[in-house]
């Protein structure tokens, strides 16, 4: 998966389904998307949270190589998060080592990212083990970057993998190609994550925020309550 801003929870259904996760740190950025904002809820409704970044005459970069702005993105984001949360159950068991990453100096989008992902992987109690694509194939980057199914298959293979558990939405790129992962003897599954509802403030229920919104609210309770998308069976093998 992508190293994103302050992931949703279907992120972490992920994470803690398999044995490794891997960060797509050395894939193509994509400007406004996931990697660099996500949703809150405030008292006004939803409100996307966005790091700047240095992308001008930059186009093509990874996502390894996205350098952020540091203008003052983190104080106001520390102080909407706290403005919309204060109030909530949580908040003060795990907003002290969030904002301290935040408000750390990371020059580098992913490194943001996949700290504080990091940091709400173990508030959410997840054991999963962790790597970076661009440690386990840097020899063969070059060749397999331009070609995502190439460079998923050579993931597995490094690891050894027998199964790769994709997210839905990248079935349709996947669909294509689905016997380059069965020539290698290994099985293709899609996470099928049906969203939870769980105590929210603010008025009626919203889905698909940034999880910082279940774990401020839920506490404890937020890895149970993510495990309840798959109360059906949660993987659809394809191959």
Sequence with gaps: MQPTYL???GYFGLMQSVDIFVFLDSVQFSKQSWQQRNRIKTSNGTMWLTVPVLSKGK???????VAVDLRGFQRKHRCSIEQSYKQARYFNMYAPALFGILEQTHTHLSRLNMELILCLKNALGIQTKTMLASEILSEILAETASNKVDYLVGICNALQATEYYS????????SGSLHKFSEVGISVHYNEFLHPIYSQKFGEFVSHLAAIDLLFNEGPKSLGIIKRGYETPPFTKTI
């Design 167 to 174: 997210p839905v939405g990248s079935k349709e790129y996947l």
């Design 7 to 9: 992931p949703w929870i």
């Design 59 to 65: 186009s093509g970069q990874l996502i390894s190589e």
